[in-house]
């Protein structure tokens, strides 16, 4: 087999994407048909710059959903002969061509970039969406009552926001730190707050309905119990819910560090909002601090909040690359971005590719995400 020529290589890469092709156009036509009833996700379609964020961030959602029928090699597979090779170059054994080249260890980098959209995809959303729960839980409570938990939480969010942000997470992901159980204890607690905000919820909402009240909070105990013990205690005796100890370290460590910034949004909107008419109206009716909290105050905040989530993605995102990029991923043959920059960094002399790729990729996801929240932020104001 000879070397691909430039063209051949998009012309294959195209080809390799087609599912995630077929998925956007898919996506794009049924939401466009149906945008007057999809709410505000539907308002993005009357948006240039919202339809280009969707586009970024559903190619990489579909590329980590499709990636096994993407990638054309193992992504850890290491050839040495195709060691710092460049793009084009075919494997042996007519087993197709490393579309992107080949790293300093022989592996594909146009696979690696591939499976590591799926990568960050299953952990950045995650732990964003567990540290607006934490932030919203403590938040809530904060701004609406105020007084002497006001000023605990916040001096502890402060605390932690004094901190150098990349120092802090630097220190919590070090192998010396996991080896001391502190992850374990941080997920203990963490992970505890779910089960406590979704059972808050359901009491309070169907607190006048015992049946469907007690249904709902079993459940939730039920299933958010089983959950948090096979997450932070690997106890999970079927293996439904469980997480790889480097894993947890850093899911642990980007909920601990986003939590805070989320808590003093969420504090300063319930600030905000506890003044407003139809939160004396409830508490005219005789409702309870939580009700009002998370059936009142929580959906008129769901603007910014909504804004906000997009963006700490994004941050989340690059944090992880980050700490790839550091050696303090998920783990030392992850093909997450960071982890391939930084292999890629060490051949810039010979082939910027190796780096360069990754490095697309991931300031592609993020300006998806950047164009998004903007776009989610232009149609809140209308509102």
């Avoid at 402060?158 to 374990?184: C, K, M, Q, S, W």
Wanted: proline fraction near 6%; charge should be positive.
């Amino acid at each position: 087999m000879e070397n691909l020529s430039w063209g051949g290589i998009f012309l294959t890469i195209l080809r390799q994407f087609l599912p995630v092709w077929i998925a956007l156009v898919v996506t794009f036509v049924l939401s466009i048909r149906l945008k007057r009833r999809l709410g505000l996700y539907g308002k993005l379609f009357d948006s240039i710059p919202g339809m280009i964020g969707l586009a970024l961030v559903f190619f990489w959602i579909f590329t980590a959903l499709f990636a096994d029928l993407i990638v054309t090699h193992d992504p850890l597979a290491q050839i040495a002969g195709l060691k710092n090779k460049a793009p084009g170059t075919p494997a042996p054994g007519d087993r197709g061509w490393y579309l992107f080249g080949g790293d300093n260890l022989g592996r594909d980098v146009f696979s690696r970039v591939v499976m590591g959209a799926r990568r960050v995809l299953s952990i950045s959303p995650a732990a964003t969406v567990f540290a607006f729960i934490v932030g919203c839980t403590l938040g809530l409570p904060a701004g609406y009552i105020g007084g002497r938990l006001d000023a605990a939480l916040s001096f502890i969010a402060n605390l932690v926001l004094a901190f150098p942000v990349i120092l802090l997470f630097y220190l919590l992901v070090t192998p010396e730190i996991r080896d001391t159980g502190i992850p374990v204890v941080m997920a203990a607690v963490l992970f505890l707050f779910p089960v406590v905000f979704f059972t808050t919820l359901f009491n309070s909402r169907f607190h006048f309905q015992p049946f469907r009240r007690n249904l709902y909070v079993g459940v939730t105990l039920a299933l958010g119990l089983w959950a948090w013990a096979g997450l932070a205690f690997n106890a999970d005796p079927l293996g439904v819910f469980r997480m790889d100890p480097n894993l947890l370290n850093v899911f642990v460590s980007v909920v601990f560090v986003n939590a805070p910034t989320v808590f003093r949004i969420v504090r300063g909107l319930t600030m905000d909002i506890r003044a407003r008419d139809y939160v004396a109206a409830a508490q005219t009716r005789g409702e309870g601090p939580w009700y009002i909290m998370l059936w009142e105050i929580l959906p008129n905040a769901r603007g910014p909040l909504i804004v906000d989530f997009c963006l700490r993605i994004g941050y989340t995102t690059i944090l992880l690359g980050t700490l790839g990029f550091f050696g303090l991923g998920v783990s030392p043959e992850s093909p997450d971005w960071g982890s391939t920059i930084n292999d890629g960094r060490k051949l810039l002399t010979i082939a910027p590719h190796p780096a360069i790729v990754p490095a697309l990729a991931l300031m592609s996801l993020v300006l998806g995400l950047n164009m998004l929240a903007d776009a989610l932020r232009e149609e809140s104001l209308k509102d």
